[in-house]
């Protein structure tokens, strides 16, 4: 028997039964992860930036082959060729583009205008404002427990200080959506007591039978606890939040000038396995340092994350690779389906919410 739905201004915007999202994690949300997410009732999204334009063309009609529920798109707002993706995310009737760096208000307009959902990602309050103010739908606000790139504010307090900058708990303008720590109904309970209207997980949904992480992959993550995490700038000279593994602790303790020069020939391996030009690596470049304080020796090593967590969540080379976790990890001991995520978190958070007094 499925849990009730919990109908909250985020479900009633995006047409889904339970307010839970799975984010778009590069790698990781294919067609098979984000249709197994919508057909069980929450959001799936698919991650876009470490797919070609083909790609993703292709991975969006096999998603709509497994699936007739609504799902979402992640991309980068800053790339060369977004927006042309957003075209034909349009064509292809997608409900949902998800943005991990804001779009401008144009292209928001012309995402809304043709019936999308615009979510972008956002790290601070005054982050959150903005985007509300060209537009955007909804916002996905991660907290530092989050995996990847991630912050330095915690979710319990990253997430009241946008639902309060927005209008306070109730009177958001717009429907905010909490990500970093959440595993289970307390935790979406726990965002909706600070007037949140859902939760997202990664980590969560990666460690699924649904994902196609390689199982001995998917091994390493059950065995690690809360404290093998750790936030390094020496994978792409932003915070990252990845599993310790020996590869992380020699990037930590080496030398910077020997992880540039890795950076740059992982920068030529993606070069080619997407078909960029060096000319569009260049302009994706000074786009990335106008919209941010990043150093030149910081862009070019971001060119290394591709490869090294296709190394370790593709290929299972963890001694290469490079393995994206939250401190939520911790928490997680064994690989349930999507739906079986989905069903107990909404069974405990039924529960939770019928034994608060006053209910």
């Not at 999202?21 to 984000?34: A, E, K």
């Not at 969006?60 to 977004?82: H, Q, S, Y």
Request: charged share 20%.
């Amino acid at each position: 028997m499925s849990a009730a739905a919990l109908e909250t201004d985020f479900t009633k915007l995006v047409g889904i039964d339970y307010p839970i999202v799975q984010t778009g994690m590069g790698w990781v949300s294919g067609p098979h992860l984000t249709a197994a997410t919508a057909n069980a009732g929450g959001l799936g999204i698919l991650a876009s930036a470490t797919m070609t334009y083909d790609e993703l063309e292709q991975a969006i009609r096999r998603t709509k082959e497994l699936t007739d529920k609504p799902f979402g798109v992640n991309l980068r707002a800053d790339a060369e060729d977004a927006e042309a993706r957003c075209e034909l995310m349009i064509r292809e009737g997608v409900k949902v583009a998800s943005f991990a760096l804001a779009p401008k208000p144009e292209l928001i307009a012309r995402l809304k205008d043709n019936g999308l959902v615009v979510i972008p990602s956002i790290g601070a309050a005054k982050h959150a404002v903005k985007v509300a103010s060209w537009g955007a739908d909804a916002v996905i606000v991660q907290g530092g427990e989050g995996g990847g790139h991630t912050g330095q504010v915690a979710t319990t307090l990253l997430l009241p200080s946008v639902i309060d900058a927005l209008g306070g708990p109730g009177n958001t303008s717009i429907p905010v959506v909490g990500a970093g720590g959440f595993f289970d109904g307390r935790g979406l309970v726990a965002a909706l007591a600070y007037g949140a209207s859902g939760i997202a997980m990664g980590t969560r949904f990666l460690l699924t039978s649904d994902s196609r992480v390689p199982d001995e992959v998917k091994a390493q993550y059950l065995e690690r606890g809360l404290q093998d995490t750790v936030v390094s700038t020496r994978v792409d000279g932003m915070p990252h939040r990845v599993l310790r593994t020996g590869l992380v602790n020699a990037l930590e303790s080496g030398n910077p000038g020997k992880s540039l020069v890795a950076a740059v020939r992982n920068a030529q391996k993606f070069k080619s396995m997407t078909g960029m030009k060096w000319q569009a690596l260049a302009k994706d470049g000074l786009n990335m340092k106008k919209s941010s304080d990043r150093t030149w020796q910081q862009i070019v090593m971001a060119a290394n994350t591709p490869m090294l967590l296709k190394a370790g969540l593709v290929e299972g080379n963890t001694d290469a690779g490079v393995l994206a976790s939250g401190q939520v990890v911790g928490m997680i001991d064994d690989l349930p389906s999507c739906d079986e995520v989905i069903q107990r978190i909404m069974a405990q958070a039924h529960e939770r919410l019928a034994a608060l007094p006053g209910r």
